[in-house]
């Protein structure tokens, strides 16, 4: 059919009498097909709507030969070209001829009488577009021109109609608006017109117009075709750009825009709203939020005040039956917005928990209809009110026999429910919401979950298949808190004895890897606050929403006393450190009337009667002050981001989120330490020197200049091992190890528990000795006595260097703070209050230089500074029973990171650890895991080649082809110290990460390669005294091998070597291979580690190499660096930006790095620093990181440039 009308079209085109035509009509690009005919030279050129036709497009019909006149109609104030390009448009490309030639002074004519408009419409655009040259025509004046197509003043021949109950929001697509509520006025007006048109059958035309297509579309969409077949009344919907140069009898404009701030925006162009104007013949009426266009500051702000000074502006609910449409429409919408009300009665009513998991909320995110979204929020509103729909297809699927699951559909969707338990004040069931899914995709999860399920006790199952009906309702069943309820097989195992140890693969819950894992996954509460960030995307900016925590966890932020909180890597101490000093903020600000509108989001449980409350002249109001202290900046920066993201959920958006993936922090281990000595009277380094020529630049006035200082003369541990070392006795040290010394110097000479009691803060000479005597001790006193010689030498040399180290700085805020001088606020929580401190770490992973501690000695430090000096009643004893006040240690024991594979052979070397050295960390129970992983791998060379060649191949470069092959961003090979990484990287290049295990303390990767540990271990055969663990637990099942006795004082090391090993296993998340050159030292361990069945051996050939590689995003690069950046390893977040793309941030790196290694190098070869200091200062210069540049520049003594 299509194809038979184009050949009549064209036959009919072509039977047409050019050659004696003398009139032509046609489009502008189609008038060059004159050019095809011989037809007498045309000399008039008429071109309509010439103000909205482009330059070029004017150009074609102007090229016609003969042309002797050419004349332009057109209005400057309608729209003009439509350009799409805004390059082009900015580059003039949408100019008009007509406006060319008006702006060049080409004399224009204007047709000064308007035949369309009745007077009242035409009055505002004549006044505010044509500056009052229009006059109306005679036609319009008359009296029978004027028509009433609806009763009431609102509807005559021009009206302002206000909505001030519309709420604007952004389509699906997200590109344009609509407003429901003024969608179902325009639907009554266009009713109440149809029906007036069925009692007189007077033809008119009505045109509706609105600037944003969602609305035209929502509008055609309740149209639809109602009124299409009405012969003489007709209906048009249209943008404004579609209405150009159209007329209708009645027109009415659907703004859209609501909101409180005045923002309408393309509304505002003044071209737009004169054509929107512009459009009726008999009436006008424009709906639209008043208050909003009265905000706008444009001419919709001028046309409302016009309409009220006519009288022409009417409030919607005047009328009855507009009143009445609106009512309907915002019941279609209150559930949502009660959904966004925290006081709503749809929360206050729920009787279920609703809790949805991580991949919940990726999926809802993943959902590009809002009115989808709407509705699967309104279905999760209505479960945890307790309804439950009549007919659902049975309870489980796929053929489970476990009857837990259900599913409900919503729209081409099924979200997955599961029933389930947990402990707050009693037991209860909750929902559980675990995805959102394509029905095909469903079944894989069920089955993933029935294999869960299938591990929970029988007691567990019944509990949750339990239903409690109260009339129409389902509600959630409650036991006793008292009641022992065990959700795992496993676990009930061991509440009953029938197990011991550590169970085997058959016992995990799930077989899954780590990031997979449905068990690890978070599950966050329904509520408002939440509601509202998933629908409304937090104006679009990534928030952490507050998640559930174990019962565990619970108990720790509930605790109201003094907390030690101590647990292995991964077990979720820094969760537990955030919810706690949070639940203190919250708590204040309900006491002290702040957070008006707190969501309630983040439960609170425990009393405020131990916040400290206190009056502020600044704010008028009580002050609550807490300092979360630590000396890893990355936990702080962690705590720091959640406590923010919290802060601006419970907030609704009102507080800026700290977004760890964009910024970037040098930051001072020793901060707080800065922060005390700036609140006292007198700082610590005023007795330095800032530096020569450096007149008015003192610690007071410049902060720069205090962290140059702390950098040049601060004794760090490689300071002292590089500076200070060498220079002492040999005969002294040639028997001592460097770190030992600089360790027992800092933690028990100058840092002890004993130290803080004495005036100089130091131990004297046998004092010190004495405590060799300590059972915690593995130092001899001869030993100690070297090395208390060496500590008089080192203080010597620090003070004829004009040095400190971090205990004189300490030690000298003590003497400070016993006296008085203390100027700063008072704390009430450090960290919580006075009645509450938290402490929070791992013994395990104490291996960093100069740290030497167990818990047990920072609880007995607490009770004694804290409890015995402030509640002793004049004799030196404690008060009553006020001993009980301290409380026991909690251990965080559930690993939320990694797999058992990788905790059992973590716990290995805790055991080996408690026997060896068992005062030297606190003794825990074995950490568990929910899911089941795989072995770590022993990796064996084939031949004896190099492992490392293996893997990365031959070439330094690391490319084949110009694609880098390696590992990736989540994946890193650790060896033992900076030579041994030299090493590996002259080997490979940029093809992975390289970290010593000190550097890596505190990150955590999916895969980590652990390179020749036990090769380049000092204690080389001493490995050996493991088979004397071996022998006293039966675990040799060959030939018994010889191995030395076991001394702390010859053996001493190994007690670093084994906290060393456990922190390289406990890196990774996913997959640990280890590898060795040297069998002869890594076979204790090894052997060890095969008797216990907590490895894999694999054959390192080409296919294992391949597989081990995993290829990275820019993104994951990015986000890489930004952590190893924050962490000061320079080098490798320098080669994670390259690969990123981001130049500006791999400047930023390396300059940083430079800086550093000037650091290093001041006490060896100033020379070389200085050039290094230079170059990082002018790299820094270059982009921008003025700050930075200046204290080089301090450094350097270049003040000026400073």
């Known amino acids: ?124 655009p004549n006044a505010n577009f044509y500056q009052q040259q229009i006059s109306d025509a005679p036609n319009v004046l008359c009296k029978s021109y004027e028509r009433q197509f609806l009763p009431g003043a609102m509807f005559g021949p021009y009206s302002f109609i206000s909505i001030s109950d519309g709420r604007e929001e952004v389509d699906d697509i997200g590109h344009s608006r609509r407003n429901i509520v003024e969608v179902a006025v325009v639907m009554k007006i266009v009713r ?3 029906k007036a048109w069925q009692g007189t059958r007077q033809n008119f035309s009505i045109g509706i117009i609105s600037p944003y297509v969602a609305q035209v579309a929502a509008i055609q969409d309740k149209v639809a075709k109602k009124f299409d077949k009405n012969d003489g009344f007709s209906l048009r919907v249209k943008t404004v750009d579609g209405f150009q140069g159209g007329e209708e009898d009645i027109i009415i404009i659907s703004t859209v825009r609501s909101n409180k701030g005045g923002s309408i925006g393309f509304l505002s162009n003044f071209q737009r709203t004169n054509v929107a104007l512009t459009r009726a013949r008999h009436c006008l009426w424009i709906l639209g939020d008043g208050r909003t266009l009265l905000n706008s500051e444009t001419c919709w702000s001028s046309l409302v005040d016009d309409s009220k000074v006519r009288h022409c502006f009417f409030r919607a609910d005047e009328d009855k039956e507009i009143a009445k449409a609106i009512l309907e429409a915002k019941k279609e919408l209150s559930q949502l917005d009660d959904l966004l009300n925290g006081d709503s009665i749809l929360f206050k009513s729920a009787r279920w928990k609703v809790l949805f998991s991580d991949n919940f909320k990726k999926s809802f995110g993943n959902i590009k209809s809002l009115q989808t979204q709407k509705f699967v929020i309104n279905l999760l509103l209505k479960l945890s009110n307790g309804w439950r729909p009549r007919k659902l297809k049975g309870d489980t699927f796929c053929g489970s026999p476990i009857q837990l699951l259900k599913q409900y559909k919503v729209g081409g969707l099924y979200i997955l429910s599961s029933v389930d338990i947990a402990k707050d004040t009693s037991y209860t069931q909750v929902l559980k919401i675990w995805d959102i899914l394509p029905l095909e995709e469903i079944p894989k999860l069920v089955n993933r979950l029935d294999n869960i399920f299938s591990m929970y006790t029988d007691d567990y199952l019944s509990r949750c298949k339990l239903k409690n009906i109260e009339g129409d309702l389902e509600v959630p069943m409650i036991w006793k808190a008292t009641d022992v309820i065990v959700q795992f097989k496993k676990n009930a195992e061991s509440v009953n004895g029938s197990t011991a140890g550590i169970t085997d693969g058959r016992s995990y819950v799930e077989n899954s890897k780590v990031r997979d894992s449905l068990l690890l996954m978070k599950f966050y509460s329904l509520s408002s606050g939440v509601v509202n960030h998933l629908l409304s995307g937090n104006d679009g900016r990534e928030l952490d929403l507050p ?38 903020e919250q708590q204040h600000h309900f006491s002290s ?139 002294m040290t040639k028997n001592l190890d460097s770190s030992t010394v600089f360790t027992e110097i800092i933690s028990h000479i100058k840092g002890g528990l004993i130290s803080g009691r004495i005036p100089d803060g130091k131990l004297s000479k046998e004092d010190y000795k004495s405590l060799s005597s300590a059972r915690v001790s593995i130092l001899s006193m001869e030993t100690r006595e070297m090395i208390y010689d060496i500590f008089i030498d080192y203080e010597k040399k620090k003070v004829l260097n004009g040095e400190f180290d971090l205990s004189d700085f300490v030690i000298d805020l003590h003497s400070r703070l016993k006296n008085g001088s203390f100027r700063g606020d008072d704390m009430d929580f450090v960290y919580i209050d006075e009645e509450g401190f938290v402490f929070s770490g791992d013994t395990a992973q104490t291996i960093a230089r100069g740290i030497d501690f167990r818990f047990q000695d920072i609880r007995s430090l607490f009770y004694n500074e804290f409890l015995c000096d402030s509640q002793n009643n004049g004799e030196g004893k404690v008060k009553d029973k006020d001993q009980s006040r301290i409380s026991e240690i909690f251990q965080l024991s559930q690993n939320f990171r990694t797999h058992a594979g990788v905790l059992h052979l973590s716990q290995s070397v805790i055991e080996l650890l408690y026997h060896f050295f068992p005062h030297s960390i606190d003794i825990l129970s074995p950490e568990t895991s929910l899911i089941y992983g795989e072995a770590p791998v022993l990796l064996e060379s084939v031949k004896d080649e190099n492992a490392i060649i293996t893997i990365f191949g031959n070439s330094c470069g690391g490319t084949n082809g110009g694609t880098m092959v390696g590992f990736g961003a989540e994946q890193v090979i650790l060896v033992r110290d900076e030579s041994a990484r030299k090493e590996i990287l002259e080997q490979i290049g940029k093809q992975a990460l390289v970290l010593t295990i000190v550097e890596c303390k505190g990150l955590e990767f999916q895969d980590v390669l652990l390179y020749n540990f036990f090769g380049t271990s000092p204690l080389k055969n001493q490995w050996r005294v493991v088979y004397g663990y071996m022998k006293q637990q039966n675990l040799f099942s060959s030939v018994e091998q010889k191995f030395p006795n076991f001394s702390k004082a010859k053996h001493k090391l190994l007690c670093s070597e084994l906290k060393q090993l456990y922190v390289a296993i406990t890196r990774t998340r996913q997959r640990l291979w280890i590898c060795e050159n040297v069998d002869e030292f890594s076979k204790p361990m090894y052997e060890y580690w095969k008797e216990k069945s907590l490895v ?80 990082a200062a002018e790299i820094y210069e270059s982009i921008s990181k003025n700050e930075l540049a200046a204290e080089c520049f301090i450094k350097l003594k270049e003040f000026k440039r400073a």
Request: proline share 2%; glycine share 6%; charged share 25%.
């Open 1 to 124: 059919m299509r194809c038979e009308c184009l050949q009549l079209l064209r036959a009919l085109y072509d039977s047409l009498d050019h050659d004696n035509a003398s009139l032509f009509f046609c489009t502008a690009s189609s008038s060059c097909n004159l050019l095809k005919y011989e037809i007498d030279p045309l000399s008039l050129l008429v071109i309509d709507e010439a103000a909205q036709l482009k330059e070029c497009e004017a150009l074609i019909p102007l090229q016609l030969q003969g042309l002797r006149h050419a004349i332009l109609i057109g209005d400057e104030c309608q729209l003009p070209a439509m350009v799409n390009s805004k390059v082009s448009d900015e580059a003039g490309f949408g100019r008009s001829l007509f406006e060319r030639l008006s702006s060049l002074g080409h004399s224009k004519n204007l047709l000064n009488m308007q035949y369309r408009m009745h007077p009242q419409i035409s009055l505002f």
């Open 192 to 194: 109440m017109l149809h």
């Open 547 to 584: 998640f559930e925590v174990t019962d565990q966890e619970l108990e720790m932020i509930r605790f109201p006393r003094s907390t030690f909180i101590l647990g292995r890597s991964g077990t979720g101490k820094t969760t537990v450190l955030t919810m706690k000093l949070f639940q203190k």
């Open 593 to 731: 009337a702040g957070f008006s509108e707190v969501k309630g989001d983040v439960p609170m449980h425990t009393s405020d009667k131990n916040v400290k409350r206190g009056n502020s002249e600044e704010t008028g109001g009580t002050v609550l002050r807490q300092i979360f202290v630590t000396v890893s900046s990355k936990l702080c920066s962690a705590v720091k981001n959640q406590i923010s993201n919290l802060k601006s959920f419970i907030c609704a958006g009102t507080s800026t989120p700290v977004h760890s993936l964009i910024d970037m922090h040098e930051t001072n281990d020793a901060k707080f330490l800065m922060m005390l000595d700036g609140s006292m009277d007198n700082s610590y380094f005023d007795r330095f020197s800032v530096g020569e020529s450096s007149k008015g630049i003192t610690v007071k006035t410049s902060p720069f200049a205090v962290h140059a200082l702390m950098r040049s003369k601060e004794v760090n541990f490689d300071r002292f091992n590089s500076f200070y070392w060498p220079h002492f006795n040999s005969e």
């Open 1096 to 1175: 894999q051996v694999r054959e390192l050939d080409e296919s294992l190499a391949q597989a081990m590689k995993v290829a990275s995003s820019k993104e994951e690069w990015l986000s890489r660096g930004i952590k190893l950046f924050n962490e000061r390893n320079y080098e490798m977040a320098t080669m994670c930006f390259e690969r990123a793309g981001d130049l500006k941030r791999e400047k930023w790196a390396k300059a940083s790095g430079l800086r550093a290694a000037a650091d290093r190098l001041q006490g060896s070869n100033s020379e070389l620093a200085r050039v290094a200091l230079m170059e």
